[in-house]
């Protein structure tokens, strides 16, 4: 599992970007729990993620972020990766961001993407 913590911060929201490797759907739910266990991801207001999966094609999930999963699934497959989860998770601050929620989930998961092939290149 790749982790960056405290991607951005804006208006007392905070967000971090995790991801890694699944093997189909089973996978996906196995890697959302085993992120949501630590009590500092058990308490963040949302997990919005997206995978490309080679045995299933596109999956999303929002977590009451309306549109997130779409925006991260959209930077997937423009990056061609497969089997590869990303989660953008979110620690609501109380103020609402509108639009530039987007920008910052855009901003994760771009992190996360240029990380993943740092660590791809190194390793292989």
């Known amino acids: 599992m790749l982790q960056l913590l405290n991607v951005v911060s804006d208006r007392g929201s905070r967000y971090a970007v995790s991801g890694g490797v699944v093997a189909g759907r089973a996978g996906v739910d196995d890697f959302l729990s085993a992120l949501k266990r630590p009590r500092k991801f058990a308490r963040a207001t949302h997990h919005s993620w ?69 660590a791809e290149a190194r390793n292989g």
């Open 50 to 118: 997206a995978v490309v999966l080679s045995d299933g094609g596109p999956l999303r999930g929002d977590d009451g972020e309306a549109g997130a999963g779409a925006v991260i699934l959209k930077m997937l497959e423009r990056a061609g990766l497969v089997d590869t989860i990303v989660v953008v998770t979110r620690w609501y601050g109380g103020v609402h961001l509108g639009g530039d929620r987007f920008a910052h989930i855009v901003t994760c998961t771009r992190a996360f993407l240029q990380a993943w092939e740092k």
